[in-house]
């Protein structure tokens, strides 16, 4: 069994940073992509960065430039650098672990940017 714990989110005023954290528990973490995404209500859930096991990642054109991620494959965590938000970065991010048919989601941790 893997859960995913998200932390890190909050109130950030607008051209602020947050650091979001993931932690991963459970037998898999090496060889499976993670991610970040984002949701806001009444939209559908959107892929903000990804990384897989090699260090390959992929941002979304919103973000580039502005958030990093990142992990540690030996502390089984994913961490997401956000800066120079903008309000319209305010959702509720959640964290993703997966391969194949296999996927696993954090329960998300709201962001809000707002003066």
């Known amino acids: 069994q893997v859960q995913l714990v998200e932390s890190g989110g909050g109130l950030v005023q607008p051209g602020g940073s947050l650091r979001l954290s993931c932690a991963a528990s459970?037998?898999?973490?090496?060889?499976?992509?993670t991610a970040w995404y984002r949701q806001t209500p009444g939209t559908q859930r959107e892929s903000v960065a990804f990384?897989?096991?090699?260090?390959?990642?992929g941002y979304a054109d919103s973000v580039k430039g502005r958030f990093s991620i990142s992990r540690d494959n030996f502390k089984k965590m994913v961490f997401l650098q956000m800066n120079t938000v903008t309000p319209e970065d305010t959702a509720v991010y959640y964290c993703?672990?997966?391969?194949?048919?296999?996927?696993?989601w954090g329960k998300g941790t709201q962001v809000t940017v707002s003066s």
């Open positions: 993703y672990l997966g391969r194949g048919d296999v996927n696993y």
């Open positions: 459970g037998s898999i973490f090496g060889g499976y992509v």
């Open positions: 990384i897989d096991s090699g260090g390959i990642t």
